[in-house]
């Protein structure tokens, strides 16, 4: 019985993910269309509020078509399992009731991302397209880069609560958010997680003027669908996850949402407002700015950490 409740509430959540998902897809379009000074979708029902499933049908329902060079099985399967793993990772959102907040959530977390890089590499090889292949290998040295530095931030923080567990954030902040101790670091966090979740300004992998779509350019219909799906199913998750660690994690609280979407909508509002970074100075910012300063406060938690240990006991 408890099994099956699992299965039950694991289920509506991703079908609530997948709602959300479609509603941030909105939510882009509407704010790019206020950028622009225009009104962007407002005809499919009451102001546009249907648009996401009118372009889910039309997206689903057009021609499946695939490169005849195409390496078949692992070009179809790399979206699928890409969209599985966007999907996967929203089981260590941490309830209070349990669930699946489990001990090791955040290593999970960091594996789960790990395997997203195969998926575009996959991707972008399986189609034998020099131009998606291009776009792959971008995007998979952009994602390693930045992995390097939100793991080390992770890390950090695993030293000062002294638990994987994300469940331990939201008891750790009852009376503090840890924005106001690690500021510099949220900031760090949240472009590393841009860049993750391959956004402007760091959207190498499609760049419109020199690649055209990047690693997804032969995809049409369903697949291109998919891997759109999992792209902003990361990008909500990105959210939570900035949310649970830097402004307390009280997930049955109607606020948490609330900052959540204001985290949404800063993806939003950063793609319509900066251009797109040079690729050589994107990987300066990951090796030469990004991993010092995490290894430095990775440092700077340890000492302050053993001195809290000597102090008090």
Known sequence: MEIMM????????????????????LLERKVLGYIHIRKGPNKVG?????????????LFTSEQTFPLVSNYISYYFAPIFSLFLALLIWMIIPYLS??????????????????????IMIAGWSSNSNYSLLGGLRAVAQTISYEVSLALILLSFVFLISSYNLLIFFYYQNYLWLIFMTLPLSLVWFTSCLAETN??????????????????????????????????????????????IFLG???????FYMKLSLISF????????????????????AWKSF????????LFFLGFKVFLFNFFF
């Open 249 to 255: 994690g009280d997930i049955n609280s109607l606020i």
């Open 199 to 244: 956004r402007t300004p760091f959207d190498f992998a499609e760049g419109e003027s020199e690649l055209v779509s990047g690693f997804n350019v032969e995809y049409s219909s369903g697949g291109f669908a998919l891997i759109f799906l999992a792209e902003y199913a990361s990008i909500l998750f990105m959210s939570m996850l900035f949310c649970v």
């Open 6 to 25: 699992m299965f039950m509430v694991s289920l509506i959540l991703l079908i609530c993910v997948m709602v959300g998902v479609a509603f941030l897809t």
């Open 98 to 119: 349990g669930l699946y907040s489990f001990e090791l959530g955040l290593l999970f977390f960091l594996s789960c991302t790990s395997l997203g890089v195969y998926t």
């Open 46 to 58: 009451i102001t546009g509020i249907l648009q996401p499933f009118s372009d889910a049908i039309k």
């Open 291 to 298: 991993l010092p300063l995490s290894l430095n406060y990775l």
């Open 266 to 285: 800063l993806f939003v509002w950063i793609r319509g407002t900066l251009p797109r970074f040079r690729y050589d100075k994107l990987m300066n910012l």
